[in-house]
């Protein structure tokens, strides 16, 4: 079975500077899909971005990229210019492509954007 | 759409009476989920469903929960009797199937039902 570890509980950046957040999994599938979602105080979990396995090239969404590291299973998402909204908690998350649909999410990482 | 609609979005109850939280999924999704969340656990994926029939319910803690969905708008996750340790964020998600799938079977949330079992 799949898992999903965030090693960071929590983390912290000063507004408009740059952050990291880290995810591993561990998989023998070479077909899925990572996520990255975002639960804000307000706790509806959204979706920041997801990136397909067999694409080399990282996703970007505005500010938010990711690092994809198939080989060493690794998928970071980095946050350019912090914002105040972008404190929540951070989760990564794992599923395979085809038909099945469970998706298994990793623990969070709860990110505070100080002033 | 209005997105995954749950109600209630709070509830708080006694030990030992049953609660029913609902959850309207977005239209034309064929898949949905049922998650709890709490400190200790993380996020627990509860049942899945797909076009309403019950999937994969490994993740039901025990007898005392159930989930049914008797059509494509509708679901409700039941415990009966509650205990205080059901106390948790209740989630409902809904994805899209067939096509779907190749956007990778994202899942789109509803906002939640924060239950207290005193």
């Known amino acids: 079975a799949q898992t999903v570890t965030q090693s960071q509980p929590e983390m912290s950046v000063q507004e408009a500077e740059t952050v990291t957040l880290s995810c591993t999994y561990d998989?023998?599938?070479?077909?899925?899909?990572l996520f990255w979602y975002k639960q804000p105080p307000s706790r509806q979990m959204i979706l920041v971005i997801r990136?397909?396995?067999?694409?080399?090239q990282n996703a970007t969404e505005n500010r938010f990229s990711v690092n994809f590291q198939k080989a060493a299973k690794s998928f970071s998402l980095k946050i350019s210019d912090s914002q105040l909204g972008d404190t929540a908690m951070y989760f990564c998350?794992?599923?395979?492509?085809?038909?099945?649909?469970?998706?298994?999410f990793g623990t969070g990482t709860k990110l505070q954007v100080i002033p | 759409d209005a997105g995954v609609i749950q109600s209630p979005r709070h509830e708080v109850t006694e030990m030992g009476q049953e609660v029913t939280l609902r959850c309207k999924p977005i239209?034309?999704?064929?898949?949905l989920f049922w998650y709890r969340q709490t400190m200790m656990r993380g996020l627990e994926l509860l049942i899945y469903?797909?076009?309403?029939?019950?999937?994969?319910d490994s993740g039901m803690p025990e007898d005392r929960f159930s989930a049914k969905m008797p059509n494509a708008s509708f679901s409700t996750l039941k415990i009966q009797p509650s205990e205080p340790r059901d106390s948790a964020v209740y989630f409902c998600?809904?994805?899209?199937?067939?096509?779907?799938?190749?956007?990778?079977?994202?899942?789109?949330f509803g906002a939640g039902t924060r239950l207290s079992v005193l």
């Open positions: 998989t023998s599938e070479s077909n899925y899909y």
């Open positions: 998350a794992f599923t395979y492509s085809g038909g099945y649909q469970k998706v298994t």
């Open positions: 998600a809904s994805s899209p199937g067939g096509q779907g799938r190749l956007l990778g079977n994202i899942q789109y």
């Open positions: 469903f797909n076009n309403n029939v019950p999937i994969d």
């Open positions: 239209s034309g999704h064929d898949y």
């Open positions: 990136q397909e396995a067999y694409k080399q």
